[in-house]
């Protein structure tokens, strides 16, 4: 993984990873498990973007996203209709299409394609094909496309669509794994993206209004509240069965696993007004802090695979154990590696436990929990 | 973490700088949000001589000069405010009243607020033009001040306002600043009053209840010395929405759809976008050309062309098949047909009057008595209209429509109509009825809407009595947009300071001498029409040793006085031409150079630009080339003057001889280009004698043809070619050239059936070479003017040449049709023609005479330029035409009705057209006319022939010969002056 390596020598990590397991595990930062690192943000840095947010994290990195986009033509794919072909304006079908419906472009019309979305990470100091920054944007890309709910927000009529271009940039060094504060940013900038207001109707050429106050925000607001909102990802690790948010660096060292999981809010009867009622049916009404609904998860390989193994002293020449042969190596050397002896280093192996994983996904999505309260944090955030 | 955005306390300079937000659509379909920083400042100026504060702050140039101060320190005052005041519109006013704003009784010392000037620009170009052209003007004091970009005035748009409120209260701020500002500042005692003018009645409570002086226009105009005149200019667009309450659903016309709905139909190819046009035969039909189809769609019915005027861009819909019709044989003139309309009452219910579906009725049970011998054309109707193209109209007060009651200084609604048969009858609302009978008017029409059947519209002005010369000269030049005011101070500030005593320099050291030619010593001559004052050209010819001769062309050097892109020179380009008139020329160039520094005056040196060719005596070219020289013409001749020195053998000079050598060597160029498959057309051309100390027209003659006459017209098309050829080789991309199209075979489609069924002549169209031999053909030995008469109308069916830039059009489409020729241009009336000027300055740079200007080299500019030239020409050619043929009534006025021949030229189910060659003048002859009771008659559309029986038995035929009484005539319903033509026999 690109996250950068610490230096900590194996003592280090070892007197980390063992204070991590405590119950209840101290941190380094004193933070407790599910608190995030102190957050400012802001939106509307760039008033030339449709959408914009910078925010900082406590330690200093600090990201700006901005939101552009353009009309584009929708390309028909194959198996549709061929009278919506590219261009293909048939004014009779049209008026038929009104007859049915009159609000236009009823909800099963409105499909989104996944290629609408354009992303691009930028971290410094680094090529934007590398394989980190590639795989933090498709991480970030995956929560928003992932249900296919997003892009349907950019459809404008059967023949246009909107563009929406995510430029995504870390104005600090990596000083931490960035995904977390990456995925606030994004998700600050994407509440306060505003669209021109559609002045035409049904499959016409579209027509916008002029006037930028007219503009509505692609995640629609009422009485200055968001009904719904851009999904999150979030940053879990594990340390033994301890369960570690929004981890700092040198925690992340040695983790013994972690996870990028996405989430977003569970279709409430908020977004039934574009995306129809037939959501609804999913679990509503248990009361308390918002539905969430998981949207993707993915490992993050942990930098801790890659410390070197520590030596106990009682295999360390340098504290009077005895030299060993050339002969004898191999066989000890495995031994340091399987054996785990107290406060002595020794990197994770092997996958994560089926059961440590869906303590993480739950504690993710825990009603109240971090995730929610991430989104209340980001709700107050204004969007001037 | 600081934030990042400005915020207004943190940063000391944030109250200077605002920011502006919107939202740009652009042609390709992008939408992008547009942000603008407004940075604020304090020194712009309130212009007004009475305050100091301004003028010690006010920015100055590089030389620290002061833009003098505008608004005058003693404005004039009105009842409500003696001690003077300055007017503040706001948008509205200005879009709907411009003309009142243009008045010279009032409306001095006017504050434009910028962002009244903005939004007047986005809602009509042509009013933003003229009000340009206000704040131009020096006696107006109109004064554009920057209220955006002063920091007391520039106002933040609030949360949930609407831009047209926040623009609102922008004005109300200025007015609001302008008076404390002005109060603060003055140093008179009494200070101005400030007031603001709208027809808002919503800004104007908001204004009061700030304390603000505010008026309507109405209000306002009433404080006026001559306010009762002045009301009538205003539109009366308040008070109709009260009058008016009609039920939803009973509209006239059917609704305009949505600019989005059209473009998107137009780009799929399901609607049509183009310019409407009206046919002058029957103001009921209409035709529109688009891309799509070779020929142009019918719109026919006062529902299909839905609200459309002559000039509009609309867009249309194609009809389905079972309304397709064939255009109208019959005449439908509008004044005869709703003569009896009440303009008062709209109570008319249906949008088609029993008279006009009467007469389409019958229309269409032609059309389907003859099933399909003629195909049935597309018909379209408009569905919404992209651009209006609206001008000022003239036109007459229709007497029938004024109630015989009207008294005082009761508004009336009355019928204008317009001198322009295409433009539908204009409702006009005035108070002065009585005083406008009888004048021409100029009027504006305000707007058509759905439940009215006429446009309504506003007095611009009268221009005097109808039938009086100024009126009518005055009439015909608005009406065919021809710049006719005199040349302002600017453009004759450009002239040579020596004015009339210039001079080509004595010396040949001066600087005006660089890489000019002595020519002085040349026999040099002019042919002109008699009376000619602005002399373009000039001639000579002299033998060679080697047995060729060396003939030159000698233009006048206009681009050596109009150096490009100072004011005369804008004025020239937009003028575009000399309109000539039969008593009168409108100037492209002021007088100083047109008829004197430039003209190629005889026995006095002139500045020149001189192609000289050397020609073997068969007329070949041997070489060519182009300098600017000196000259000095020895004799200005009339044609009629060459002619006789030509053909008198005892004349033996140099100077004659010369003469003659152009004469043989134009024979010789002519043969040529004829075989090359030039055209001979022609166009009734003819001539109005004058009284000459009244200036009275008093005879009519056509035009006569002299050997002299080709002879110019031979060197000048040499000239031309030769140019065109070497600035196209100088200037790929750029040069300026004249072509003429190929006439789609279409167009001469009903022409070549006509001959062929009424004369058995075949008229072959494959190329102009074809075309002219057959043209040649078709005589007539007893009768000589049916040739003539061919040729004319197939001169009706040629495109017409026009002005283009090199680089848009690709080479082949450079041919000139007419002429024969590869390559055209015009170089040899820079004096009247702004093309030739053009031609002028790429040919100095292509000889390397003078630097290329980057304006002779900016492609954007040359189209421009062309595009506007083009239209300039057609409208001098009307406009000349249209003198003509006032001038030929008035010449028949008061002469007993003489008997005339004439042709038929055109055969209508109800009339026909004919021309009179003496006079060149067409006049409609209907059936009506014939006889009373109006005759029946029988049209045999495919053999051309009206038979007519019952009161009156006669027969007409396309190309008759037939005998018509001229005369001129009053129609005592209309008012209208017009020739009448009666048929004596056939």
């Known amino acids: 993984m690109s996250t950068n390596h610490v230096l900590l020598s194996p003592a280090e990590l070892a007197y980390l990873h063992a204070s991590l397991s405590l119950l209840p595990p101290l941190r380094p930062d004193g933070r407790a498990p599910n608190q995030f690192r102190p957050v400012s943000a802001e939106t509307g840095v760039l008033p030339g973007a449709n959408g914009s947010a910078r925010v900082c994290f406590a330690d200093g990195t600090e990201a700006i996203v901005g939101v552009k986009a353009e009309v584009e033509k929708t390309r028909t794919r194959l198996g549709r209709d061929p009278e919506e072909e590219e261009g293909g304006y048939d004014p009779a079908a049209e008026a038929a299409a009104a007859d049915d419906d009159d609000e236009g472009g009823s909800e099963d019309d409105r499909k989104g394609h996944s290629d609408w979305v354009e992303m691009t990470v930028e971290i410094p100091g680094q090529r934007d094909d590398e394989a980190g920054t590639v795989f933090l944007a498709a991480m970030l890309s995956e929560a928003l496309l992932a249900d296919g709910e997003f892009v349907k927000r950019l459809y404008i009529n059967r023949r246009f669509h909107w563009k929406l271009y995510l430029d995504i940039l870390l104005i600090s060094p990596p000083l931490s794994y960035p995904l977390p504060l990456l995925s606030l940013t994004t998700h600050l900038a994407l509440l306060a993206t505003r669209l021109p207001r559609l002045k035409s109707e049904g499959d016409e050429d579209p027509l916008f209004d002029d006037d930028w106050a007219m503009s509505d925000y692609l995640y629609a607001r009422v009485a200055g509240k968001a009904v719904s909102r851009p999904p999150l990802t979030l940053l879990v690790m594990a340390v033994g069965s301890n369960i570690i948010f929004d981890p700092a660096k040198e925690e992340l060292a040695v983790a013994d696993v972690a996870l990028a999981v996405s989430v977003g809010e569970a279709v409430a009867g908020s977004l039934s007004s574009r995306t129809g009622s037939k959501k609804m049916e999913i679990d509503t009404g248990i009361g308390g802090g918002r539905n969430l609904r998981l949207l993707s998860v993915r490992t993050i390989d942990p930098p801790s695979r890659l410390t070197p193994p520590g030596v106990p002293n009682e295999k360390n020449t340098a504290y009077g154990a005895a030299a060993v042969t050339a002969a004898q190596k191999q066989p000890e050397a495995r031994t340091v590696e399987t054996e785990s002896v107290e406060g002595v280093w020794k990197a994770p192996r092997g996958g994560a436990k089926v059961l440590v994983m869906a303590a993480l996904v739950d504690k993710c999505l825990e009603k109240g929990g971090v995730a929610d309260e991430v989104f209340d944090a980001l709700e107050a955030v204004d969007l001037g | ?986």
């Open chain 2, 1 to 986: 973490m600081a934030s990042l955005k400005r915020t207004a306390g943190a940063d000391p300079f944030a109250q200077n700088i605002s920011s502006k937000v919107y939202v740009r659509s652009t042609k390709s379909g992008k939408v992008q949000k547009i942000v603008r920083e407004v940075y604020l400042r304090q020194d712009i100026p309130c212009s007004s001589n009475l305050c100091q504060a301004c003028l010690k702050s006010a920015p100055r140039n590089a030389a620290g000069e002061l833009t003098p101060f505008v608004l005058s320190d003693k404005p004039a005052g009105t009842k409500t405010f003696p001690q003077g005041h300055y007017l503040v519109p706001d948008t509205n006013a200005f879009l709907t009243a411009m003309d009142l704003f243009e008045q010279s009784s009032a409306f001095y010392d006017v504050v434009v607020l910028q962002i009244v000037l903005e939004e007047v620009r986005n809602r009509s170009l042509p009013l933003y033009n003229r009000l340009v052209g206000l704040t131009k003007s020096e006696d107006k004091r109109f004064y554009v001040f920057f209220n955006e970009f002063r920091l007391e005035t520039y106002v933040p748009r609030e949360e949930g306002e609407t831009v047209n409120d926040r623009n609102d209260r922008a004005v109300r701020k200025a007015v609001k600043w302008y008076g404390e500002h002005l109060a603060k500042t003055s140093r008179a005692k009494t200070v101005p009053a400030v007031v603001m003018l709208s027809n808002d009645k919503d800004n104007l409570r908001k204004a009061k209840t700030e304390g603000l002086n505010a008026c309507s226009l109405a209000e306002y105009v009433g404080q006026l010395k001559d306010g009762d005149k002045l009301l009538d200019m205003i539109p009366d667009a308040q008070d109709r929405d009260v009058t008016r309450d009609r039920k939803p659903g009973e509209h006239l016309y059917p609704e305009y759809q949505s600019l989005s709905k059209m473009m998107t139909g137009v780009k799929a190819g399901v609607l049509h976008q183009g310019i409407f046009n009206v046919s002058p035969y029957n103001y009921l039909e209409g035709s529109i050309r688009v891309p799509a189809f070779p020929k142009a769609l019918l719109i026919l019915g006062r529902e299909n062309i839905n609200r459309a005027i002559d000039g509009d861009v609309v867009v249309v819909e194609v009809l389905p098949k079972d309304h397709w019709k064939e255009p109208s044989s019959k005449v439908i003139e509008e004044d005869t047909i709703t003569k009896n309309e009440n303009p008062d009452t709209e109570d008319a219910g249906d949008l088609v009057s029993e008279k006009e579906r009467k007469a389409l009725q019958e229309e269409v049970r032609r059309t389907q008595n003859k099933a399909s011998e003629t195909l049935p054309q597309p018909t379209a109707r408009v569905i919404g209209v992209i651009k209006r193209n609206w001008r000022q109209y003239v036109g007459h007060i229709d007497q029938s429509s004024v109630s015989s009651a009207s008294q005082g200084r009761k508004q009336d609604t009355v019928f204008l109509i317009p001198m322009d048969k295409k433009i539908p009858k204009i409702r006009l609302r005035t108070r002065q009825v009585a005083e406008l009978l009888g004048k021409r008017l100029l009027v504006a029409i305000d707007a058509w809407d759905r439940d009215s059947r006429h446009p309504v519209g506003h007095l611009v002005r009268s221009l005097g009595e109808l039938e009086t010369k100024a009126a009518e000269t005055e009439a015909l030049l608005l009406e065919w947009d021809v710049q006719y005011r005199p040349f302002p101070k600017t453009v004759l500030d450009c002239l040579p300071k020596e004015g009339h005593d210039w001079k080509v320099p004595a010396s040949t050291e001066d600087p005006g001498w660089t890489d000019r030619e002595d020519l002085r010593g040349l026999l040099i001559c002019s042919i002109d029409p008699i009376g000619c004052q602005d002399i373009d050209d000039a001639l000579h010819a002299r033998p060679l040793p080697n047995g060729n001769f060396e003939v030159g062309v000698h233009i006048a050097d206009v681009s050596h006085f109009v150096k490009p892109n100072n004011a005369m020179d804008n004025e020239a380009s937009i003028r575009g031409t000399t309109v000539y008139l039969v008593d009168k020329r409108i100037d492209m160039l002021p007088m100083l150079l047109g008829t004197d520094l430039c003209s190629l005056k005889p026995y006095v040196e002139r500045y020149a630009f001189s192609v000289i060719w050397e020609m073997s005596p068969s007329g070949d070219i041997v070489s060519s080339r182009f300098t600017k020289s000196v000259i000095k013409s020895r004799e200005a001749f009339s044609y009629e003057e060459a002619q006789l020195r030509i053909d008198d053998v005892s004349q033996q000079d140099d100077l004659t001889q010369g003469i003659r050598t152009l004469l043989a060597l134009s024979k010789k160029l002519r043969q040529k280009r004829m075989d090359a498959g030039a055209l001979s057309l022609s166009s009734p051309e003819v001539k109005i004698q004058m009284e000459s100390e009244t200036s009275d027209p008093i005879d009519v003659k056509t035009k006569q043809l002299l050997d002299t006459n080709s002879l110019v017209e031979e060197f000048m098309l040499l000239a031309n070619i030769s140019v065109a050829g070497r600035i196209y080789q100088a200037f790929p991309q750029t040069a300026i050239l004249r072509r003429h199209a190929a006439p789609p075979k279409t167009n001469f489609e009903e022409l070549a059936n006509q001959l062929k069924t009424k004369r058995n002549f075949d008229l072959n169209v494959e190329s102009s070479r074809a075309l002219a031999d057959s043209l040649d053909a078709c005589v007539d030995p007893k009768e000589p003017f049916f040739n003539t008469l061919v040729r004319i109308m197939a001169t009706r069916c040629m495109m017409s040449a026009e002005y283009f830039c090199s680089g848009t059009q690709a080479e082949p489409e450079f041919r000139h049709y007419g002429l024969a020729s590869e390559i055209y241009t015009h170089f040899t009336s820079p004096i009247r023609r702004y093309a030739d000027l053009v031609a002028h300055r790429q040919l100095a740079a292509a000889i390397g005479y003078e630097a290329v200007d980057p304006s002779v080299r900016s492609r954007g500019r040359l189209e421009a330029v062309c595009k506007n030239i083009n239209v300039r020409h057609r409208n001098a050619q009307m406009a000349g035409r249209a003198s003509i043929a006032y001038y030929v009534g008035q010449a028949l006025r008061d002469r007993p009705a003489a008997e005339e021949d004439a042709f038929v030229i055109k055969i209508f189910s109800n009339g026909f057209v004919v021309l009179v060659p003496r006079f060149g003048i067409e006049g409609l002859i209907r059936l009506r006319d014939l006889a009373e009771p109006e005759p029946a008659a029988e049209f045999d559309a495919e053999n051309y022939v009206l038979s007519t029986s019952g009161s009156r038995t006669e027969r007409v035929e396309l190309f008759q010969k037939v005998v018509v009484k001229v005369s001129d005539q009053k129609d005592e319903i209309t008012g209208k002056r017009g020739v009448k033509m009666e048929l004596v026999r056939a």
